[in-house]
């Protein structure tokens, strides 16, 4: 349909051209599209990434997009074209006679012509247009983002649902794409068996009661029946379910969404975000989860760092200048590692001011462990060793330790503060009943007794919060700038 269109607008072009002028005085560049037309097959479409790394040269091509900018001379029409494959957009060169009123910026466009090389230093290539078709208008005085500007991250963060359009949107989302890939493929080559774990679920694995409840949006039969005939709520953590799984596949993860009805509007906490999670069987000791936590957020780093330079470079230049070094310092060095004792120690013996307690048995705040990871040379650092008190059930006893402490840790990092949170996980039936009697959850969790009751072998895991890792490699302040549609108390646009 498309074709038959557009070889009839040629066809109409053509005869008024002849009616208007004799063929002779038509310009020359109108007579050989024209005839072009007549000659040659459909275009070959390709992505802007492609024809930009030179696929197609001295080919008839076609590509989709949105203009970024438009310039127009007395001998040429300059149209920057993007279509989210990558950050640079592709150059048209037009004749000044294919310029369309509605050719504007933020526009939809289709483009058919001829890939050249290009003269201009900053572009190996460019595309010679033969045709222009505006598919879908846009007045640039109703956009909301304007030609030639840089829109500030907060700015942006008011029309999700047109933010993808700016560069530095398109360069996170392409990051974040590529982030969960490395993540992956990480995992993968490691050995471990991907798990999808349920969204839905009756558990509360932290145990901290903020969980959404649901239900049935129509009125159910009776008062007190629960769809699920218990109460379910969207998943916390998909730890409780891998430690299922690691019973028999060894290693495990899962990447996925989780859900917390915190109440809170801070820089660093969603109701929805994403999670991914590991847990290994046959693991004895603290180290062998800080070894795989150092290994996985470097590699996958690196990896990032190597594919998406572009993407990167755009943040470390004009969102966060100077955060480069920053990132390169963490891939650099060996993480810090240091017990809560010694932590509480550190703080103890400072000179700042806390607003918060900094006694043995107290919680970690943001204040602290910025004042820790600032101590410990701005590197990440794992903080292990935490009072028992102050962790969930299935943490296991640090039973040979002087002060009661749990064999749980957290890594710390510079700008963000706690990163992941894993721990040992109490493999021991009689202390781990004695835990579940005290908090009135036997019954609740026998299904997680029989795990250790059936072949238990010690084992551990960790949760690393994606969204915090793409602000702590991004240098992205608020954590509503680095997932597509942020969801956080009193909000949930769209
Ligand atoms: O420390 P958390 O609560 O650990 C767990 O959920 C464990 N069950 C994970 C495990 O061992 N499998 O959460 C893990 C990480 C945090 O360190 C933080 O990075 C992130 O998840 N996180 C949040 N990120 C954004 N918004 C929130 N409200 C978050 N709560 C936790």
């Not at 599209?33 to 008839?60: D, Q, W, Y």
């Not at 047109?162 to 995992?187: K, M, V």
């Not at 002060?403 to 021991?428: K, M």
Request: net charge neutral; aromatic share 10%.
């Amino acid at each position: 349909m498309l074709q038959r269109l557009r070889s009839r607008d040629v066809v109409k072009m053509f005869r008024t051209a002849a009616q208007t002028f004799s063929v002779a005085s038509l310009p020359r560049r109108v007579l050989l599209i024209t005839l072009r037309h007549f000659c040659n097959k459909a275009p070959r479409k390709l992505r802007v990434a492609e024809l930009l790394s030179g696929t197609g040269l001295e080919a008839n091509v076609q590509v989709q997009g949105w203009v970024r900018s438009v310039r127009s001379q007395k001998a040429n029409l300059f149209v920057d074209v993007n279509d989210g494959s990558c950050l640079q957009s592709l150059q048209i060169v037009a004749s000044p006679e294919l310029n369309d009123p509605l050719l504007t910026f933020g526009s939809a466009v289709e483009v058919r012509g001829i890939l050249k090389k290009s003269l201009h230093p900053k572009q190996a290539v460019e595309l010679e247009a033969e045709h222009i078709h505006v598919v879908g208008e846009c007045n640039p005085l109703d956009f909301p983002f304007k030609i030639k500007e840089r829109h500030t991250l907060e700015y942006i963060r008011q029309f999700p649902h047109l933010r993808g359009r700016t560069n530095a949107f398109g360069s996170l989302l392409r990051i974040r794409g590529e982030a969960t890939w490395a993540l992956h493929s990480y995992f993968k080559e490691n050995g471990f068996a991907h798990i999808h774990t349920p969204i839905i679920t009756s558990n509360d694995c932290e145990g901290a009661g903020e969980l959404f409840q649901i239900e049935p949006s129509y009125p159910q039969n009776s008062q007190d029946e629960n769809f699920f005939s218990v109460p379910a709520y969207l998943t916390v953590s998909g730890q409780l379910h891998l430690e299922v799984m690691t019973g028999s596949f060894s290693k495990v993860y899962t990447f996925g969404p989780t859900f917390r009805a915190e109440n809170s509007q801070s820089r660093r906490h969603l109701a929805e975000f994403y999670m991914v999670e590991a847990e290994v069987a046959f693991t004895r000791t603290i180290e062998d989860l800080t070894e795989v936590m150092e290994d996985m957020f470097k590699r996958t780093t690196e990896h990032v760092l190597d594919c998406c330079a572009r993407d990167v470079d755009l943040f470390h230049t004009h969102v966060t200048p100077g955060h480069r070094d920053a990132v390169e310092a963490m891939l650099k060095e060996r993480f810090h590692v240091l017990t809560y004792s010694e932590a509480i120690n550190i703080l103890q013996r400072s000179t700042q001011t806390f607003a918060f307690p900094t006694n043995w048995g107290c919680d970690l705040k943001t204040e602290h462990e910025k004042y820790l990871v600032k101590h410990c040379g701005t590197r990440p650092v794992f903080v292990t060793d935490y009072p028992y008190r102050l962790k969930p059930f299935y943490t296991r006893d640090n039973r040979d330790h002087p002060r009661h402490t749990a064999a749980a840790v957290d890594l710390l990092v510079p700008g963000v503060g706690e990163l992941c949170g894993g721990s040992l996980r109490e493999e021991r039936l009689d202390l781990l009943r004695a835990r579940l009697e005290e908090v009135g959850l036997e019954d609740t969790y026998s299904w997680y007794l029989d795990l250790r009751r059936f072949g238990s072998v010690s084992h551990g895991g960790f949760g690393m919060g994606f969204e915090r890792y793409l602000q702590c490699i991004l240098g992205v302040d608020n954590i509503k700038d680095v997932i597509p549609f942020p969801r956080f108390s009193h909000s949930c646009l769209l």
